[in-house]
């Protein structure tokens, strides 16, 4: 597809990161049923033989990355509608157990990377006037527990957290929605399907979420023009308590 093509089309564009498996690939598929173009990033990915879903293989916290899917993104479709920072690492141990090593993943994919590409990405939306990003956050931001110490974690998706309702503010009278999805434990290939009878019991639901609940939620933001600053919490009502 030329450049002038991709810009005379009114198709509505979103870029997902962290869309190799799990919730990522699920909201691929998701904003492609509603007829969107997808810019899809992981740092692997099978190539898709979807001519409207665009993949792009790299590191997040790299700026070579975040370079490329934006160059390639405007050069296939011509626009940017909507981020999602899906992409993030989860680690969790003792607090004085955390490496250098382990600092520097985390706040090199949680929080770098989801500046490069939210800054990059709002840059375009200022452009055509509207836009949307969701950040991809967790309940332990706000809900510490005692059996999961994840200091690092609470550590750099709390910037996240805090940062979505910064950018709601500041983008608010220029078109442009931030919101995040709060998940709890969610059946993914991330996690051991042994530990879903344990993680279970810690929601009030009594069950894991699946992909499709973190997904639903991530469309309901999507198609809520009145929306903004918010943390959808799908997390089987741990945000509540216990």
């Not at 690939?25 to 992981?42: D, H, M, P, S």
């Not at 981020?83 to 929080?111: C, H, Q």
């Not at 510490?144 to 709601?168: I, Q």
Request: charged share 20%; with cysteine; aromatic share 6%.
């Amino acid at each position: 597809m030329s450049h002038s093509m991709a810009t005379s089309t009114d198709r509505r564009v979103a870029i997902v990161t962290g869309a190799s498996q799990g919730i990522g690939a699920g909201i691929v598929a998701a904003y492609r049923q509603l007829g969107w173009a997808v810019v899809a990033n992981a740092r692997t990915m099978k190539p898709s033989e979807d001519e409207s879903v665009l993949i792009v293989e790299g590191d997040i916290s790299e700026a070579a990355t975040v370079d490329r899917i934006m160059s390639n993104a405007l050069e296939r479709f011509g626009r940017v509608d909507s981020l999602v920072n899906n992409a993030g690492i989860f680690l969790t141990k003792p607090f004085t157990d955390y490496s250098d090593e382990d600092y520097f993943s985390l706040v090199g994919v949680n929080l770098t990377g989801f500046f490069r590409m939210t800054q990059r990405a709002i840059g375009e939306m200022l452009r055509h006037g509207n836009g949307h990003v969701v950040n991809i956050t967790t309940t332990l931001v706000e809900y510490a527990r005692s059996d999961t110490p994840s200091v690092l974690v609470s550590l750099t998706k709390g910037g996240l957290a805090a940062a979505t309702r910064s950018l709601a503010i500041e983008y608010a009278s220029r078109g442009i929605r931030v919101n995040a999805v709060s998940p709890g434990v969610i059946q993914t290939p991330v996690h051991d399907p042994q530990s879903y009878a344990q993680a279970a019991a810690t929601h009030p639901l009594k069950r894991v979420g699946d992909v499709s609940d973190v997904v639903d939620g991530v469309l309901f933001l999507e198609m809520s023009p009145f929306i903004t600053g918010e943390t959808l919490h799908i997390d089987g009502g741990r945000i509540a308590g216990c």
